[in-house]
C-alpha cells in the first residue's frame, strides 16, 4: 500500500484556501504524489439551500448532522482510493471535521458526535496536520473581500469583519490539541502566505527542508493580553546521534486534553534537515523517558497562543532553572517583513538565530 497523509486545510474566511488548493495540487503532482482533495462540505449544503443561520434549530441540527456524517464518508471514500494507488497520496481536505464544532454549541457537537459513533478526539487525530490560513480580516483587511464566495454570510463592514476574526478564533480553538496544528500569518506578499503552505506540507511529508530562523524575541509582558489558547509544556531531550535532535514534548491544555509528541531533526545537508514526528501513547512516553540525556535538563514552560494584526504569536514563559523567562515566537515573518509587536508587549532582546537561546541549549545543565 502507498504511503498515505492527511492533511486538512482550513481557516477563517477570505484566508486563501482555494488559491492554496491549487497551488498543492500542481506543486505535489509535479513531484511524484497522487493528490485528491476532498471538497468543502458545508459549501455543497449551502449551495443546496440549506443555511447556518437558519432560526429553525431543528433543520440547523439536521443540517449539520447531516455535513459531519457526509464529510466523514468522503474522507472514507478518499481513503479507500488511496489505499489501492501505487505512488505516494496526499490527501487534502478542504476543511475538516473539526471546523463544523466552530459553529456550533459544544452540547450540540456532542450530541452529534455521538450519533455518528464518534468525538472530539478521534476526529481530531485522524488527520497528519491541520494548517489554519488566517483570515484576510485580520491584519489584511484591504484584501478581504466577499464577492469570491456566493455562500459568504458576513459582510465586508467592520461588523463582517469583527464576525470573520471571531471566527478564525473559534476555528483555531477547534483544532487545538493537534500535534501538527500550524497557523500561516497575514503577508504584505500573498505569495509568502502560499509559499508557507508548501513548506509545511513537504514538512509532513518528509521532504528535505531549508532551516528557517523563526523570528523570537526576549520579552516583558506590561498589559493585559486578549484571548488566549493557554496550555502547559513539558520538553525532554533523548540520547542521540551528533547529526540529531530527538525531543520529548507532553503538552496539556486546561480542557484535560494531553498530547505526546516524539519528535526527530536530522541535518542532511548544510542548511537542510529532516524533521519527523509522532503522536505517543502514555506507556510509550514513560517508557521513553528512560531515554532522556542526562546532560539536559527538562524544560517546563506555559504557552499563551493569540493572534494580534493578522501574524501569530507563542509566548513562553519559563519555569523551573529558566524561571524568569519570557521568549515570544512568531513563525513564516520573511526578512523583510516587520514584526507587529503588541502594545502589551515590550522587546528585550532580538534573539532570532542566537543559537544560545535554542532550547536544545537551554536544556544544557550549567
Known amino acids: 500500500m502507498a504511503e498515505i497523509k492527511r492533511v486538512v486545510l482550513t481557516g477563517g474566511p477570505c484566508a486563501g484556501k482555494t488559491t492554496a488548493l491549487v497551488r498543492i495540487i500542481e506543486h505535489f503532482n509535479s513531484l511524484g504524489f497522487k493528490v485528491f482533495t476532498v471538497p468543502e462540505v458545508p459549501t455543497l449544503y449551502s449551495l443546496g439551500g440549506w443555511n447556518y443561520l437558519t432560526p429553525n434549530r431543528k433543520l440547523y ?32 481536505c478542504d476543511r475538516g471535521t473539526m471546523d463544523i464544532s466552530a459553529y456550533m454549541a459544544p452540547e450540540e457537537w456532542e450530541q452529534i458526535t455521538a450519533i455518528a459513533g464518534t468525538n472530539s478526539t ?6 497528519d496536520a491541520v494548517l489554519h490560513l488566517v483570515s484576510a480580516a485580520d491584519g489584511a483587511e484591504q484584501y478581504y473581500t466577499t464577492a469570491t464566495n456566493s455562500t459568504r454570510y458576513e459582510k465586508a463592514d467592520e461588523e463582517g469583519l469583527r464576525i470573520a476574526r471571531e471566527l478564525d478564533k473559534k476555528v483555531i480553538k477547534a483544532w487545538t490539541g493537534h500535534p501538527h496544528l ?5 503577508h504584505d506578499d500573498f505569495e509568502k502566505k502560499m509559499n508557507r503552505v508548501i513548506r509545511e506540507i513537504a514538512y509532513v511529508l518528509g521532504l528535505p527542508q531549508r532551516v528557517t530562523e523563526e523570528r523570537k524575541y526576549i520579552v ?10 493557554d496550555s502547559d509544556i513539558v520538553q525532554t531531550y533523548l540520547v542521540s546521534e551528533p547529526s540529531a535532535e530527538v525531543r520529548l514534548r507532553r503538552r496539556s ?27 505517543v501513547e502514555n506507556a510509550l512516553y514513560e517508557s521513553l523517558l528512560q531515554q532522556a540525556d542526562p546532560y539536559r535538563q527538562t524544560i517546563s514552560k506555559h504557552r499563551q497562543s493569540f493572534i494580534w494584526k493578522g501574524q501569530y504569536f507563542e509566548l513562553d514563559t519559563y519555569h523551573g532553572p529558566l524561571s524568569g523567562l519570557v521568549i515570544l515566537e512568531t513563525k513564516g515573518i520573511s526578512d523583510a517583513e516587520n514584526v507587529k509587536f503588541p502594545p502589551f508587549i515590550r522587546v528585550v532582546k532580538d534573539i532570532t538565530g542566537n543559537k544560545e537561546y535554542y532550547n536544545y541549549n537551554l536544556a544544557l545543565r550549567k
Not at 63 to 87: D, P, S, W, Y
Not at 220 to 229: C, F, K, M, R, W
Not at 253 to 279: M, Y
Open 122 to 127: 478521534k476526529l481530531r487525530d485522524s488527520y
Open 61 to 92: 441540527f439536521e443540517g449539520e448532522r447531516a455535513i459531519l456524517e457526509t464529510q466523514l464518508a468522503f474522507e472514507n471514500h478518499f481513503q479507500r482510493m488511496a489505499e489501492v494507488c501505487t505512488k505516494p497520496v496526499l490527501i487534502v
Open 220 to 229: 516583558e509582558i506590561t498589559g493585559e493580553l486578549p484571548e488566549t489558547i
Open 253 to 279: 491544555w486546561s480542557n484535560g486534553k494531553v498530547v505526546n509528541v516524539h519528535k526527530t531533526k536530522k541535518h542532511t545537508a548544510p542548511g537542510e534537515q529532516i524533521e519527523t514526528e509522532r503522536q
Open 182 to 186: 500550524r497557523v500561516i500569518n497575514n
